[in-house]
């Protein structure tokens, strides 16, 4: 939605194995991206590249080679480092242990992830406090790979914000835009978000 791309949005559950879903993607991962007129795109990265490179208006990768070496660095900080350290592990323990019966929650694996967001979410309030977004001057795609990671987290009321503000008053912003509002309605059956989830003034 930051380009202006309108598109359809289609809920799949990756870990049921759907066969019609593998024929698109044989690893059985989201995000896929499904053209008209072209191939099947599969995974966060392929798409963002190919987003910016056919929808040039509204850059969200960055202007110059600088800018799109650091804009992918703090993306791939996001989608892999905090997502290893932060996002997987609550995840895992809080949904789908619970909802796919996977075994007994691991009391350990929340401590890790919770003492491991607070470097993140410092490391957050650096960026933002020598630039206007994560990425540089503009937002980027560095802003939303954060952004929805720890979406996640706050859904469940993992993130120490009162702690943070400077990483709150940044994920505030975020959260403010039209394109991020669809994403704080999203529920998930029996498990629903905590308080402040949806609340722009949080």
């Known amino acids: 939605m930051e380009k202006g791309i309108e598109f359809e949005m289609v809920l799949e559950l990756p870990w049921t194995r759907r066969h019609d879903f593998l024929v698109l993607n044989p690893a059985g991962t989201v995000p896929v991206l499904m053209l008209d007129d072209g191939p099947i795109l599969t995974g966060s990265y392929a798409i963002r590249e190919y ?11 960055g202007n110059t080679p600088e800018e799109r070496a650091e804009v992918r ?15 997987s592990l609550l995840i895992t323990e809080k949904v789908l242990k619970r909802f796919l019966k996977l075994g007994v929650t691991e009391a350990s694996n929340i401590r890790c992830a919770a003492s491991n967001i607070k470097q993140h979410l410092k490391y957050i309030e650096y960026l933002a406090e020598r630039r206007n977004w994560l990425g540089g001057d503009n937002i980027s795609y560095a802003d939303i790979a954060a952004a929805a990671h720890l979406s996640c987290i706050d859904y469940l009321g993992d993130v120490p ?3 943070f503000s400077g990483a709150k008053d940044w994920y505030a912003r975020i959260k403010s835009r039209p394109s991020f509002r669809p994403l704080l309605q999203d529920l998930i059956a029996g498990l629903p978000p905590v308080p402040h989830y949806k609340n722009l003034d949080f």
């Open 51 to 61: 987003l910016e490179e056919t929808c040039t208006d509204d850059p969200l990768l």
């Open 73 to 87: 660095r703090l993306t791939d900080w996001f989608d892999v480092k905090f997502n290893e350290e932060v996002t």
């Open 161 to 163: 914000w009162d702690n």
